[in-house]
Protein backbone atom coordinates (compact mmCIF):
# COMPACT_ATOMS: atom_id res chain seq x y z
CA UNK A 1 0.00 0.00 0.00
CA UNK A 2 2.71 2.62 0.48
CA UNK A 3 4.39 2.21 -2.48
CA UNK A 4 1.55 1.91 -4.14
CA UNK A 5 0.59 5.54 -2.57
CA UNK A 6 4.37 6.56 -3.47
CA UNK A 7 3.74 5.44 -7.27
CA UNK A 8 0.28 7.82 -7.34
CA UNK A 9 2.50 11.13 -5.49
CA UNK A 10 5.62 10.72 -8.54
CA UNK A 11 2.56 10.07 -11.38
CA UNK A 12 1.19 13.44 -10.30
CA UNK A 13 4.65 14.89 -9.71
CA UNK A 14 5.24 14.10 -13.28
CA UNK A 15 2.03 15.19 -14.73
CA UNK A 16 2.15 18.47 -12.57
CA UNK A 17 5.75 19.70 -12.73
CA UNK A 18 7.95 17.89 -14.81
CA UNK A 19 10.17 20.13 -16.06
CA UNK A 20 10.67 21.89 -12.32
CA UNK A 21 12.14 18.75 -11.71
CA UNK A 22 15.04 19.46 -14.07
CA UNK A 23 17.19 21.55 -12.60
CA UNK A 24 16.84 20.37 -9.09
CA UNK A 25 20.34 18.49 -10.07
CA UNK A 26 21.87 21.66 -11.41
CA UNK A 27 21.11 23.72 -8.20
CA UNK A 28 21.90 21.02 -5.69
CA UNK A 29 25.60 20.25 -4.70
CA UNK A 30 26.77 23.66 -6.77
CA UNK A 31 29.50 24.63 -3.87
CA UNK A 32 29.99 21.04 -2.93
CA UNK A 33 33.36 20.25 -0.88
CA UNK A 34 35.08 16.62 -0.95
CA UNK A 35 34.57 15.55 2.63
CA UNK A 36 36.42 11.78 1.86
CA UNK A 37 37.48 9.95 -0.50
CA UNK A 38 38.74 6.25 -0.90
CA UNK A 39 38.91 3.92 -3.47
CA UNK A 40 37.36 0.04 -3.88
CA UNK A 41 39.38 -1.66 -6.18
CA UNK A 42 37.44 -3.78 -8.96
CA UNK A 43 40.40 -6.19 -10.09
CA UNK A 44 42.90 -3.78 -11.77
CA UNK A 45 40.55 -1.28 -11.27
CA UNK A 46 39.68 1.56 -9.06
CA UNK A 47 36.82 3.14 -8.41
CA UNK A 48 36.34 6.62 -6.50
CA UNK A 49 33.83 6.62 -3.34
CA UNK A 50 33.50 10.73 -2.63
CA UNK A 51 31.48 11.83 0.13
CA UNK A 52 30.62 15.66 -0.89
CA UNK A 53 29.10 18.72 1.42
CA UNK A 54 26.88 20.53 -0.47
CA UNK A 55 26.55 24.18 -0.35
CA UNK A 56 26.73 26.34 2.96
CA UNK A 57 22.95 26.75 3.58
CA UNK A 58 22.86 23.56 5.33
CA UNK A 59 23.31 23.13 9.21
CA UNK A 60 24.16 20.10 10.98
CA UNK A 61 21.13 18.51 12.78
CA UNK A 62 20.12 16.10 15.67
CA UNK A 63 19.48 13.34 13.89
CA UNK A 64 16.36 11.18 13.86
CA UNK A 65 17.12 7.64 15.71
CA UNK A 66 16.31 5.39 13.85
CA UNK A 67 17.70 7.16 10.47
CA UNK A 68 14.66 6.66 8.53
CA UNK A 69 15.66 3.85 5.45
CA UNK A 70 14.78 4.48 2.03
CA UNK A 71 16.06 1.77 0.64
CA UNK A 72 13.80 0.11 -2.16
CA UNK A 73 11.10 3.23 -1.48
CA UNK A 74 9.89 3.96 -5.55
CA UNK A 75 11.51 6.92 -7.11
CA UNK A 76 10.60 9.01 -10.54
CA UNK A 77 13.24 8.51 -13.87
CA UNK A 78 13.74 11.86 -15.41
CA UNK A 79 16.69 12.15 -18.33
CA UNK A 80 18.92 15.33 -17.62
CA UNK A 81 22.11 16.82 -19.08
CA UNK A 82 25.23 17.27 -17.00
CA UNK A 83 27.46 17.49 -20.29
CA UNK A 84 27.52 15.92 -24.00
CA UNK A 85 28.30 12.22 -23.64
CA UNK A 86 26.41 9.70 -22.07
CA UNK A 87 29.22 7.30 -19.49
CA UNK A 88 30.28 3.82 -21.21
CA UNK A 89 28.42 0.98 -20.30
CA UNK A 90 32.04 -0.53 -19.47
CA UNK A 91 32.29 2.25 -17.14
CA UNK A 92 29.10 2.18 -15.31
CA UNK A 93 29.35 -1.96 -14.93
CA UNK A 94 32.47 -1.41 -12.98
CA UNK A 95 30.86 0.63 -10.61
CA UNK A 96 27.93 -2.00 -10.49
CA UNK A 97 30.37 -4.17 -9.47
CA UNK A 98 32.28 -2.11 -6.72
CA UNK A 99 28.74 -1.52 -5.33
CA UNK A 100 28.41 -5.41 -5.00
CA UNK A 101 32.11 -5.63 -3.26
CA UNK A 102 31.00 -2.52 -0.71
CA UNK A 103 27.81 -4.66 -0.06
CA UNK A 104 29.57 -7.89 1.12
CA UNK A 105 32.80 -6.37 2.39
CA UNK A 106 31.72 -3.10 4.11
CA UNK A 107 27.85 -3.11 4.98
CA UNK A 108 24.89 -3.30 3.06
CA UNK A 109 24.03 -0.10 3.99
CA UNK A 110 25.38 3.70 3.74
CA UNK A 111 24.05 6.87 5.76
CA UNK A 112 24.27 10.10 3.72
CA UNK A 113 23.89 13.38 6.45
CA UNK A 114 21.38 15.73 5.21
CA UNK A 115 22.69 18.46 2.35
CA UNK A 116 25.35 15.43 1.42
CA UNK A 117 25.83 13.68 -1.15
CA UNK A 118 28.09 10.66 -2.18
CA UNK A 119 28.84 9.42 -5.67
CA UNK A 120 30.75 6.45 -6.81
CA UNK A 121 33.23 7.53 -10.04
CA UNK A 122 35.09 5.31 -12.63
CA UNK A 123 36.43 6.76 -16.30
CA UNK A 124 33.63 8.18 -17.59
CA UNK A 125 30.45 7.39 -15.58
CA UNK A 126 29.30 8.58 -12.23
CA UNK A 127 26.96 6.79 -10.14
CA UNK A 128 25.14 9.48 -7.10
CA UNK A 129 23.27 9.62 -4.06
CA UNK A 130 21.90 13.15 -3.15
CA UNK A 131 20.15 13.61 0.34
CA UNK A 132 18.61 17.15 -0.10
CA UNK A 133 17.17 16.64 3.69
CA UNK A 134 18.22 17.79 6.70
CA UNK A 135 18.57 14.65 8.38
CA UNK A 136 20.37 11.78 7.38
CA UNK A 137 18.79 9.01 5.77
CA UNK A 138 20.09 5.40 5.01
CA UNK A 139 20.22 3.30 1.78
CA UNK A 140 21.15 0.07 0.98
CA UNK A 141 24.01 -0.25 -1.06
CA UNK A 142 22.37 -3.10 -3.84
CA UNK A 143 19.25 -0.82 -3.95
CA UNK A 144 21.39 2.41 -4.98
CA UNK A 145 23.42 0.55 -7.70
CA UNK A 146 20.01 -1.04 -9.21
CA UNK A 147 18.58 2.16 -9.27
CA UNK A 148 21.34 4.38 -10.28
CA UNK A 149 21.11 2.04 -13.49
CA UNK A 150 18.07 1.81 -14.48
CA UNK A 151 17.99 5.35 -14.26
CA UNK A 152 21.09 5.22 -16.53
CA UNK A 153 19.73 2.46 -18.28
CA UNK A 154 16.36 4.74 -19.15
CA UNK A 155 18.03 7.78 -20.33
CA UNK A 156 21.31 6.45 -22.48
CA UNK A 157 21.55 4.88 -25.68
CA UNK A 158 20.53 2.48 -26.77
CA UNK A 159 17.07 4.03 -25.44
CA UNK A 160 17.95 7.95 -25.51
CA UNK A 161 20.88 9.04 -27.87
CA UNK A 162 21.25 12.53 -26.03
CA UNK A 163 21.20 12.52 -22.24
CA UNK A 164 24.18 12.48 -20.36
CA UNK A 165 22.44 11.69 -16.83
CA UNK A 166 19.77 9.84 -15.68
CA UNK A 167 18.03 10.68 -12.41
CA UNK A 168 15.92 9.13 -10.05
CA UNK A 169 13.74 11.79 -8.34
CA UNK A 170 12.31 10.73 -4.53
CA UNK A 171 8.16 11.05 -4.26
CA UNK A 172 8.65 13.56 -1.40
CA UNK A 173 11.61 15.48 -3.60
CA UNK A 174 14.38 14.34 -0.52
CA UNK A 175 16.62 12.35 -2.27
CA UNK A 176 17.59 11.75 -5.86
CA UNK A 177 19.63 8.99 -7.09
CA UNK A 178 21.58 9.06 -10.38
CA UNK A 179 23.44 8.02 -13.13
CA UNK A 180 25.59 10.31 -15.49
CA UNK A 181 28.75 11.29 -17.46
CA UNK A 182 31.65 11.89 -15.06
C1 LIG B 1 25.16 -8.51 -0.10
O1 LIG B 1 25.76 -8.72 1.15
C2 LIG B 1 25.12 -9.71 1.96
C3 LIG B 1 25.85 -9.78 3.28
O2 LIG B 1 26.12 -8.51 3.77
C4 LIG B 1 25.16 -11.05 1.26
O3 LIG B 1 24.46 -12.00 2.02
C5 LIG B 1 24.53 -10.91 -0.12
O4 LIG B 1 24.68 -12.14 -0.81
C6 LIG B 1 25.21 -9.80 -0.90
N1 LIG B 1 24.56 -9.66 -2.20
C7 LIG B 1 25.25 -9.66 -3.35
C8 LIG B 1 24.42 -9.50 -4.60
O5 LIG B 1 26.45 -9.75 -3.41
Avoid at 48 to 55: A, F, P, R
Avoid at 60 to 75: D, F, L, S, V
Avoid at 80 to 95: A, R, V, Y
Wanted: net charge negative.
Amino acid sequence: MKAFCFALVSAAIAATSYASLLPRDQSFCTDAKTVSTTTIAVGDKEVELTQLSCGTSVTKRQTATPIPNICGEICQNVCSDSGNLPPTTEDCQTIVDAITILNGSVSPTFTVDGGHAQTLTFGTCRFFFENLALDSVENCWLAFGQTAAAAGSACFPPVQPVHSEGLCLSADGLWQVGAAHS
